[in-house]
Antibody
């Protein structure tokens, strides 16, 4: 079965960077992309961007463009999301989700369990 | 940028039908997807491409999309359906995924 397993809780100081991983299993990794979605405490879902599992092409939301880098390691079937220059506004649960980046109307059919990132001085 | 509008909350008695709306400009021309999120858990896709149900999702969950409104319908509501529900579309012009603000479903 499809599984996405994310790395553990992170606590960071303002101005620091964080890298969250997402290990995929149960499907052909290169046939799908991985998207990242975050959720601030008590708030809704915010799409951050995605990376194609086949080409490595990325698309970022305007809000995080320039601060986020999404990568994949096909040998370990793992996707990574790195965010720099963290502020308290980045405190959130970060989810990875499987997506067909070539679809005309993409959707997220499987999700990781989420990684809590807390930014605090 | 494209905006999706959901009611903050919907309440329904057990056994009744819940309808959760998602408003957007000509959303009927897009494919709407719906996610269920229970407290402390990751979202789960419950309806895709307006009205398709992924494997394992009960038939009680259905969807429709026309004009400026997409609707998630939950028939014979159960206590276990209590959750936040989010709609989502792809906005081609901005090349962005858009989520609605979410609707909290309360089962009375």
């Amino acid at each position: 079965q499809v599984r996405l397993v994310q790395s553990g809780v992170e606590v960071k100081r303002p101005g620091a960077s964080v890298r969250v991983s997402c290990k995929a299993s149960g499907y052909s990794f290169m046939f799908y992309g991985i998207s990242w979605v975050r959720q601030a405490p008590g708030q809704g879902l915010e799409w951050m961007g995605w990376i194609s599992g086949y080409t490595g092409d990325t698309k970022y939301s305007q809000r995080v463009q320039g601060r986020v880098t999404m990568t994949t390691d096909t040998s370990t079937r793992t996707a990574y999301m790195e965010m720099r220059s963290l502020t308290s506004d980045d405190t959130a649960v970060y989810y990875c989700a499987r997506v067909d980046t070539a679809a005309s109307e993409p959707k997220f059919d499987f999700w990781g369990q989420g990684t809590l990132v807390t930014v605090s001085s | 940028s494209y905006v999706l509008t959901q009611p903050p909350s919907v309440s329904v008695a057990p056994g009744q039908t819940a309808k959760i709306t998602c408003g957007g400009n000509n959303i009927g021309r897009k494919n709407a997807h719906w996610y269920q999120q229970k407290p402390g858990q990751a979202p789960v896709l419950v309806v895709s491409d307006d009205s398709d149900r992924p494997s394992g999702i009960p038939e009680r969950f259905s969807g429709s999309n026309s004009g400026n409104t997409a609707t998630l319908t939950i028939s014979r509501v159960e206590a276990g359906d209590e959750a936040d529900y989010y709609c989502q579309v792809w906005d081609g012009p901005s090349v962005h995924v858009v989520f609605g603000g979410g609707t909290k479903l309360t089962v009375l």
